[in-house]
């Protein structure tokens, strides 16, 4: 298993512990646990407009959505910050340094000057209306 996933079930065990070891319930503990995981990414000011969503489509009532916040999300929350410290401090992190850090992408074509072959699905120039690869650009066959 690689480091990623043996975080991530790390972060999930207290979940999981809960669980009575069937597949039905650990597929429970393992979604519940990405949604606490998703929630804690979010900046505090976004996670309960998000709470609130996701109660609404789980159809659970206030008192539901309250107690499923303070018994399960909020602990998950609180250990994602603990486990994971650095993905919690994206105020320090300024768009200055991230720029620095990063060259920019290279062209994906460089630009083609007048000496340059055409690529292989570009129209010939001799005009034949055909690409490239078909036409001038053939390569002969060896036999």
């Known amino acids: 298993m690689g480091a990623m996933a043996e975080a ?17 319930q650990m597929n429970k503990a393992l979604s ?22 996701l109660g609404e ?10 107690d499923f916040q303070r ?11 603990e486990m994971f410290p650095k993905l919690h401090q994206r105020e320090s992190i300024k768009p ?14 460089s630009p083609k ?5 055409p690529g292989r699905y570009d129209p010939c120039p001799c005009n034949s209306g055909r690409k490239y690869k078909f036409c001038c650009g053939r390569s002969p066959r060896a036999f």
């Not at 979010?42 to 407009?49: C, G, Y």
């Not at 018994?71 to 910050?81: A, F, G, N, Q, V």
């Not at 000057?113 to 072959?117: F, L, R, V, Y």
């Open 32 to 53: 519940i646990s990405q949604v606490c995981w998703n929630i804690a990414l979010l900046p505090e000011e976004k996670r309960q407009s998000s709470i609130n969503s």
């Open 71 to 81: 018994s399960i999300l909020l602990p998950m929350i609180r250990r994602h910050e």
């Open 8 to 24: 991530i079930a790390a972060y999930a065990q207290p979940l999981i512990d809960e669980t009575d070891g069937s597949t039905e």
């Open 57 to 66: 489509a789980l159809s659970m009532g206030d008192a539901e959505l309250e």
């Open 96 to 109: 200055s340094h991230l720029e620095s850090s990063f060259s920019p992408l290279p062209s994906a074509k």
């Open 113 to 117: 000057g007048k000496s340059q072959e």
